[in-house]
Structure formats: C-alpha cells, structure tokens
C-alpha cells in the first residue's frame, strides 16, 4: 500500500464549478502538507501550503487537513478552462524527520470545460 | 528574481551511457533536493543537499549519484543508464532552516530518454 493515495481521475467539471480533491495517508508523522499544480510536461508549482489540521484559504483555493482521519482536501471555486491540470497532493514530517523529504500522491488530473 | 533553472531542457542516452543533470536554485537558497517522476505518477524523492552535504537519500540504487557546490548549485549523475530511468527528472530549492522545513519550489525538469 503506498503512503500517499490519491485518486488519479480523471475529474471533469463545467467551468464555474468547485473542483473537489483530496488525499488519503497513512504515516501519523506527516505534519506538512502541500499542493501543486502541474502542467503537462511542466514543474510542479507550489499551490498550498500547510501545517497540521485546520484550514486555509487562498483566493479561490482552500485547503483542509484533518489529521485525525489521515485526510486532506484541496477545493478549487470558479473553476476556469486554465485549471486543467494534474493536481500532486504531498507532504513531509517534521524538520527532524528525514529532512526535506516530500512523499507525493500520484496525481489527479482534472479537466475544466468551457 | 529567477525561479529555479535546470539544464538540459531534454536529453536522448543510450542504455549503458551516463548522464549529468544540472540544477541552480533560487538565489539565497541554500537547500537542493531531487526527484524523479515517471510518466503517469507523483515525483520521487531522490536526494536532499544542504551546505554541500547530503542530507537524505531515497530509495534508489547507487547509480545514482548528486553534489552541490559553494554557489549551492547541484548536479545528479546517473551511471550505467537503464531503460527505466527514463523520466522527468525535477530539481526543488528551499530556504528551510538547517536544512529542514520550508516550502519546496520545482524547476521545469530535464526530460531524460533512455533508448
């Protein structure tokens, strides 16, 4: 089983619609957690970034962790064709931990029609 | 400010071939670390180097290879070339404390084909 699950899509939506994903994990130290967006053929690109449970909200992206259920979440609003991309779930333990060392989900790709 | 830069953009080996992959991260940053991505799946952690010393290894045989240097740039090596090496190979620079912690930025990847 691999530590990091992610569903790999993919996800069709209309465009103006909420774009849902999320991850499942199964190492407790994980204390970092983070989204990227990747383009085909491109660099990931740092959407999210978060430590421990809670959530956080940055224009039309909000991300939830709840720590206790191994669970992430990533909510893209006013979804737009130019979010059509593979969206990484990843995450880390604490700076003692094995470094800087990101373990990733596969990827979701997701398609956002006009 | 310039983003993370790799070099080359692409490259073309032959089974048995060695490669050197070349990395520069973003100015004041002083943490490096690799991945590799195969078609279809997240990245996988390959080395971290902070202040020139490796400071974590994946799971990967020891064909593989990374240095960086004063100006905190970095090279991978790979000897002894496999098909299965073919991927995008990404570079991440951070400015975490010891090494440690702080957001990881990628670099736009050298596609490596093995033929």
């Known amino acids: 089983q691999k530590e990091v699950e992610q569903d790999p899509g993919p996800l069709s939506v209309p465009e103006g619609a909420i774009v849902s994903l999320n991850c499942t994990y199964s190492?407790?130290?994980?204390?970092?957690f983070m989204w990227y967006r990747q383009y085909s053929r491109k660099g990931p690109e740092l959407l999210m970034y978060?430590?421990?449970?809670g959530n956080k909200e940055d224009g039309r992206f909000t991300a939830q962790v709840d720590k206790s259920s191994k669970y992430i979440s990533l909510f893209i609003r006013d979804s737009q064709p130019s979010d059509s991309a593979t969206y990484l779930c990843a995450m880390r333990g604490g700076i003692k931990a094995a470094g800087n060392k990101l373990t990733f989900g596969g990827g979701t790709r997701v398609l956002v029609k006009p | 400010d310039a983003g993370v830069t790799q070099s080359p953009t692409h490259l073309i080996k032959t089974r048995g071939q060695q490669v050197t992959l070349r990395c520069s991260p973003i100015?004041?940053?002083?943490?490096v670390s690799w991945y590799q991505q195969v078609l279809g799946q997240g990245p996988q952690f390959i080395f971290q180097?902070?202040?020139?010393?490796?400071?974590g290894r994946g799971n990967f045989p020891d064909r593989f290879s990374a240095r960086q240097f004063p100006n905190y740039s970095s090279e991978l090596n790979v000897n002894a070339l496999l098909l299965g090496d073919s991927a995008l190979y990404l570079c991440a620079s951070s400015n975490g404390l010891a090494g440690g912690g702080g957001e990881q930025f990628f670099g736009p990847g050298t596609r490596l084909t093995v033929l």
């Open positions: 190492n407790s130290a994980f204390q970092y």
């Open positions: 180097y902070y202040e020139k010393e490796e400071r």
């Open positions: 978060t430590y421990s449970s």
């Open positions: 100015s004041g940053h002083k943490s």
